[in-house]
């Protein structure tokens, strides 16, 4: 929370002109004696005098306990424990005025730097915030954290307050969720909504939820989000209150899912290259038809493939094969080809050591030749990783859709 002061000014004479020249804040400077333990009254300003219908003369020099609720005395020890380390606390504390009525308050305590430390006297600030700057300021924090927070009367879903983040996170306005609570459920991605089912559950047998889950945004876009729930009961044991905070987590969820990537990657390659150092020259063949299996179900393709090139160099062969189920093997069809029938592909090949096409639509004429026989393959994407030997191309290894 952010203080009222500049913690430069903890000298009592720079305080009292600031608060003097600050009228609606209600400072009360306090002078604890440690000898006798009590607490006195040495200065108001002009907001605590308002806020506590006293004239600065009818408590100057009094004790601070007169101003306090009677089961909130031991506060003072407290208080004073923190200005003894020199720390600034937030306490919330029960005024009583001059009227005799109590005011429930938020206070912030400011120790002095004082020029020469005293034996007997310990002397500091404190700043009382009575309720309408208690909820300006709870508002102010509510209306600029990033993570959107609401709360509804349970059961009915009467809204009482959705924070205005709710529109950077959703995209749409709170206005929208408060007039129709079943756009919290809408926007919810339909393969989620399953979760919305177990946050109830959880919500009735501990009160509260914690769930992850996609939403899609007014924009269309699909994100990520973490949705926590809470019920508050009434005396009775029984909820009377939703309340909620979403937190949009995409990035946290595509930093997790590129580690688990990677992790399973790392699994896949020691696990294909311990298969290849323990088999025998016999079983090259089912080694590499293991790999290829491998390779294609972890990225989930529809072919991965090995051709390699003849020993004079001129042509080139698929000699190994993995597809899909329900994909039609093009091993037989793929024999022999000539490697000058495609200068594009065989050059980027020795070239950059690979060959990577997102859309063989939008191939250049340069690879026309190319374009034709991934098209009539029905390839719609394809990588290829070249393989040499001693700086000679001896053939590629493919993937693709």
């Avoid at 924070?163 to 959703?170: G, T």
């Avoid at 997102?358 to 029905?378: M, P, R, V, Y």
Wanted: with cysteine; hydrophobic share 35%; glycine share 2%.
């Amino acid at each position: 929370m952010k203080s009222n002061l500049n913690t430069n000014l903890f000298d009592e004479e720079n305080c009292k002109k600031l608060f003097t020249k600050n009228k609606k804040l209600a400072l009360i400077i306090i002078q604890f004696n440690k000898k006798t333990k009590q607490a006195y009254i040495k200065f108001l300003s002009r907001g605590a005098e308002k806020l506590l219908g006293y004239q600065s003369t009818e408590l100057i020099d009094k004790n601070f306990a007169v101003i306090l609720n009677k089961n909130q005395t031991n506060i003072i020890s407290d208080i004073v424990n923190k200005a003894l380390k020199n720390e600034l606390k937030y306490e919330d504390i029960e005024i009583i005025n001059k009227n005799r009525q109590k005011i429930k308050a938020e206070l912030e305590i400011y120790p002095f730097k004082l020029k020469q430390k005293s034996k007997e006297n310990l002397s500091f600030a404190l700043n009382i915030l009575d309720p309408d700057q208690c909820t300006e300021k709870l508002k102010s924090i509510l209306n600029n954290v990033k993570n959107a927070i609401w709360s509804a009367s349970w059961p009915d879903y009467k809204t009482y307050y959705i924070s205005p983040s709710i529109k950077d996170i959703y995209g749409y306005e709170a206005e929208d969720f408060k007039n129709n609570f079943k756009l919290w459920y809408e926007c919810v991605h339909p393969d989620d909504r399953n979760k919305i089912k177990e946050t109830y559950n959880d919500l009735h047998k501990t009160g509260f939820s914690q769930k992850e889950m996609r939403i899609i945004k007014k924009s269309g876009e699909i994100i990520w989000v973490e949705d926590q729930n809470r019920f508050i009961y009434n005396e009775n044991n029984n909820p009377i209150r939703i309340e909620g905070i979403v937190q949009d987590i995409t990035e946290r969820k595509k930093s997790d899912e590129k580690l688990e990537f990677q992790f399973d990657f790392q699994k896949l390659i020691a696990d294909i290259s311990s298969n290849f150092v323990k088999l025998d020259s016999d079983q090259f063949d089912e080694a590499v038809d293991y790999a290829l299996k491998k390779v294609g179900s972890f990225f989930e393709i529809d072919r991965s493939y090995l051709f390699l090139t003849s020993e004079d160099g001129s042509n080139s062969s698929n000699t190994h094969e993995w597809c899909r189920d329900g994909i039609e093997p093009k091993i037989d069809e793929l024999q022999d080809l000539d490697n000058d029938s495609f200068p594009w592909f065989r050059d980027n090949l020795v070239n950059n050591h690979y060959v990577y096409i997102a859309d063989t639509d939008q191939l250049s004429e340069d690879a026309a030749n190319k374009k034709k026989s991934l098209k009539d393959q029905k390839i719609k994407s394809l990588v290829a990783v070249a393989i040499f030997n001693k700086d000679e191309l001896k053939g590629f290894l493919a993937l693709n859709r």
